[in-house]
């Protein structure tokens, strides 16, 4: 896997070269209360995000710089294909923080789908914000809703990516298989790149809002390419998993003719459970003292509050996050 450094500073994402594991950061006890058993020690710690041009690909650099300038640790933040694998690689210690998909992370806490039979010992540093499911065609495809997917070339998001746990999720709810189309498994460029050359015929993607890709999509292909509303499959999906909920694309957000229906699902930060206490309450403490520069470095970190934060269930808060939103 490639994984590329990145840090943000402002506005501006900027590489800052390749890396390989993670480098252990120094082990903490349990914090036992006070601003003193908050405040990370020495050490370095990587940063799981998802596909270039996504906003967890964002995002992540922006955190990493918030917890490089404001704390004794340096962190690296790196691109990967999203959820699955981000968990996966938080549990052999490629990583030691990660961005995942609600409904992911779920299966992975109770051994299901992608996990089955290994349950993961993962913890929420908080809740961030959602996910909106966009799906986006080309207006020459003939697609209208899920069902048209048969026989179409649609990508499905990266191998071990939250999108395409969704996505098949949705192939399901329209009582389709992969057999019944011609599923590409490609990351976000690569399917914005088919998309304009006429070789992919939609995709779907699992993303906050704006997600640069996409914008690049519909800003360089107009009205060739439109979405599709997808909540016609929200009651199947809730029967999986609660955590899929409606929600909507404002119309502004892609200069789109109408708003769009879609499902959402929240998007939450991980550790393994041994991740140190006194480094995980710095950091938390970090998401809402410095929730200016990361909403500078992408909007959808104005939908991060305190009041949502702690709703992670089923995965478990650590407990150096309770102490940091002083919850029990």
């Known amino acids: 896997m490639r994984r590329t450094l990145i840090g943000v500073l402002g506005l501006a994402l900027v590489a800052t070269g390749c890396g390989g594991k993670r480098e252990d950061a120094p082990t903490a006890q349990q914090p036992a209360g006070g601003n003193a ?3 990370a020690a020495d050490g370095r710690v990587t940063i799981a995000t998802g596909n270039v041009g996504g906003v967890y690909y964002v995002l992540g650099g922006g955190l990493a710089q918030v917890i490089s300038n404001n704390s004794k640790l340096k962190a690296t933040a790196a691109d990967t294909g999203a959820s699955v694998q981000n968990i996966q690689q938080l549990g052999d210690k490629t990583y030691d923080i990660a961005f995942s ?3 992911t992370a779920a299966d992975a806490v109770q051994g299901k789908s992608a996990f089955e039979g290994k349950p993961q010992k993962v913890q929420a540093l908080s809740r961030i914000y959602s996910n909106y499911t966009q799906v986006v065609v080309r207006t020459d495809s003939g697609i209208n809703s899920v069902a048209d ?3 179409k070339r649609i990508s499905t998001g990266s ?3 939250g999108t395409e746990v969704i ?3 949705l192939l399901q709810a329209a009582g389709l298989k992969d057999a019944d189309l011609a599923p590409q498994r490609l990351a976000l460029r690569q399917t914005v ?3 304009k050359e006429g070789k992919i015929d939609g995709l779907v993607w699992s993303g906050g809002l704006p997600t640069p890709e996409i914008t690049d999509l519909t800003t360089s292909m107009g009205d060739k390419v439109k979405f599709i509303d997808i909540t016609p499959q929200l009651s199947a999906l809730k029967q999986l998993n609660p955590v899929y909920d409606q929600g909507t694309i404002p119309a502004a957000t892609y200069k789109l003719p109408a708003d769009v229906p879609t ?3 929240p998007n939450l930060l991980l550790v393994r459970d041994d991740f140190p206490a006194a480094n995980a309450c710095a950091i938390t403490k ?4 410095k929730k200016a520069d990361l909403e500078k470095t992408h909007p959808s970190a104005k939908d991060i509050t305190k009041e949502t934060a702690v709703k992670t269930d089923p995965v478990p808060l650590h407990p150096g996050a309770k102490q940091a939103l002083g919850v029990s």
């Open 37 to 39: 058993a908050c405040e």
């Open 101 to 103: 998909l609600a409904d």
């Open 149 to 151: 997917f048969r026989g």
């Open 159 to 161: 191998p071990k990516s």
């Open 167 to 169: 996505a098949n999720r």
């Open 193 to 195: 790149d088919g998309m």
């Open 263 to 265: 499902i959402v699902v």
């Open 286 to 289: 970090l998401i809402f003292d």
